[in-house]
């Protein structure tokens, strides 16, 4: 099983004479939230992580120098809005407003985790949109298209009035836990919310059956599980969500599991957001034989334990990149 198609990928070194000119144009500029994941990328584009000066005054204010020029050039601003979410969005914003100054031809924040992205509709009164307004951001600070990776909801694409490509990370954790050989797997959703995300999984993971834990919650970051509507006894239970950030939910649907009867628990996410006390929960011995995430974000040293699996979603967003830059199909990469 392939990541993703790269059939209609055209390699620099075999390109047009035109397309090598283009090639030239092409330009990554990374932030400080993951810079690692921008080398990841410049690596598999062969393109490196051009030279930008960040720094702070004394009162805080960023300043921001691009240090190349970048007149007429593709430019693409690597910078998952992680925490602190609000320095890297801003520090992402800075960049914008420094390469539409310096007359880029076209410039793409290329942003893995999008933050603020669960702010995405009123449930209460007087409450704020933050989704939408972290888009009108972007967009009034010059960017001209966006790529994300595994919005909370997909709705947040329509919040941008301008291109928006939205990519997937569950080829990258379908391709590792095939190579597991894992046997009577069942994928599991932790809540109703996430049943669509599941049963698209759980197709790419030779359309396996489906199980839902339905529950309740109480508050922000405060979950409730109550049962399980499927078949999960003997089984390896894959709970996939989009994120794991304190880790209540898909720790109490991994119990809920393991007295259902499940023989093994694996939990998946594309984004490790691990706020506290994220890692002392899913780290519980006899709880999760594995937790597989991605890259999207930073991980740090301090967040690491023993059933901890990081995979790389950098030749992903490469590709994606270079699709973009030579105006292919991005969508095509997933069929």
Same mark, same amino acid.
């Given at each position: 099983?392939?990541?993703?198609?790269?059939?209609?990928?055209?390699?620099?070194?075999?390109?047009?004479?035109?397309?090598?000119?283009?090639?030239?144009?092409?330009?990554?500029?990374?932030?400080?939230?993951?810079?690692?994941?921008?080398?990841?990328?410049?690596?598999?584009?062969?393109?490196?992580?051009?030279?930008?000066?960040?720094?702070?005054?004394?009162?805080?204010?960023?300043?921001?120098?691009?240090?190349?020029?970048?007149?007429?050039?593709?430019?693409?601003?690597?910078?998952?809005?992680?925490?602190?979410?609000?320095?890297?969005?801003?520090?992402?914003?800075?960049?914008?407003?420094?390469?539409?100054?310096?007359?880029?031809?076209?410039?793409?924040?290329?942003?893995?985790?999008?933050?603020?992205?669960?702010?995405?509709?009123?449930?209460?009164?007087?409450?704020?949109?933050?989704?939408?307004?972290?888009?009108?951001?972007?967009?009034?600070?010059?960017?001209?298209?966006?790529?994300?990776?595994?919005?909370?909801?997909?709705?947040?694409?329509?919040?941008?009035?301008?291109?928006?490509?939205?990519?997937?990370?569950?080829?990258?954790?379908?391709?590792?836990?095939?190579?597991?050989?894992?046997?009577?797997?069942?994928?599991?959703?932790?809540?109703?919310? %996430?049943? /669509? #995300?599941?049963? *698209?999984? =759980?197709?790419?993971?030779?359309?396996? !059956?489906? $199980?839902?834990?339905?529950?309740?919650?109480?508050?922000?970051?405060?979950?409730?599980?109550?049962?399980?509507?499927?078949?999960?006894?003997?089984?390896?239970?894959?709970?996939?969500?989009?994120?794991?950030?304190?880790?209540?939910?898909?720790?109490?649907?991994?119990?809920?599991?393991?007295?259902? %009867?499940? /023989? #093994?628990?694996? *939990?998946? =996410?594309?984004?490790?957001?691990?706020? !506290?006390? $994220?890692?002392?929960?899913?780290?519980?011995?006899?709880?999760?034989?594995?937790?597989?995430?991605?890259?999207?974000?930073?991980?740090?040293?301090?967040?690491?334990?023993?059933?901890?699996?990081?995979?790389?979603?950098?030749?992903?967003?490469?590709?994606?990149?270079?699709?973009?830059?030579?105006?292919?199909?991005?969508?095509?990469?997933?069929?």
């Amino acid at each position: 099983m392939t990541t993703f198609s790269t059939a209609e990928r055209v390699e620099p070194g075999e390109a047009q004479p035109n397309t090598m000119q283009d090639t030239r144009r092409l330009r990554l500029f990374s932030g400080n939230s993951n810079p690692e994941l921008a080398r990841e990328i410049g690596a598999y584009l062969g393109v490196p992580d051009g030279p930008r000066v960040i720094k702070r005054f004394a009162d805080g204010e960023l300043y921001i120098q691009i240090q190349e020029s970048i007149r007429g050039c593709d430019v693409f601003l690597i910078q998952p809005t992680c925490a602190p979410v609000n320095d890297h969005l801003m520090e992402l914003l800075i960049m914008v407003d420094a390469c539409r100054r310096a007359s880029a031809r076209q410039i793409t924040a290329v942003v893995p985790y999008y933050g603020y992205a669960r702010a995405d509709r009123k449930t209460a009164g007087r409450e704020s949109i933050t989704a939408k307004l972290v888009a009108n951001l972007l967009v009034k600070s010059g960017v001209d298209r966006v790529l994300a990776m595994d919005l909370h909801s997909s709705q947040i694409q329509g919040y941008f009035d301008i291109p928006c490509d939205h990519i997937y990370g569950s080829p990258v954790l379908v391709d590792y836990l095939s190579s597991r050989n894992l046997e009577q797997v069942v994928v599991v959703s932790p809540d109703v919310g %996430g049943v /669509a #995300r599941a049963r *698209a999984f =759980a197709k790419q993971m030779h359309d396996a !059956p489906l $199980a839902i834990i339905d529950k309740r919650r109480s508050g922000h970051n405060v979950a409730e599980s109550l049962t399980v509507i499927g078949d999960v006894t003997g089984k390896t239970a894959i709970l996939i969500d989009d994120m794991i950030d304190t880790g209540g939910t898909i720790c109490q649907g991994a119990k809920l599991l393991r007295q259902r %009867g499940a /023989a #093994r628990v694996l *939990a998946c =996410a594309t984004h490790a957001v691990f706020s !506290p006390p $994220a890692v002392e929960r899913l780290s519980e011995p006899g709880l999760f034989e594995e937790v597989v995430v991605t890259n999207s974000i930073p991980m740090l040293q301090e967040r690491c334990f023993p059933q901890l699996r990081v995979l790389s979603v950098a030749n992903m967003l490469g590709e994606a990149i270079w699709r973009i830059h030579q105006e292919s199909s991005v969508s095509s990469m997933f069929r």
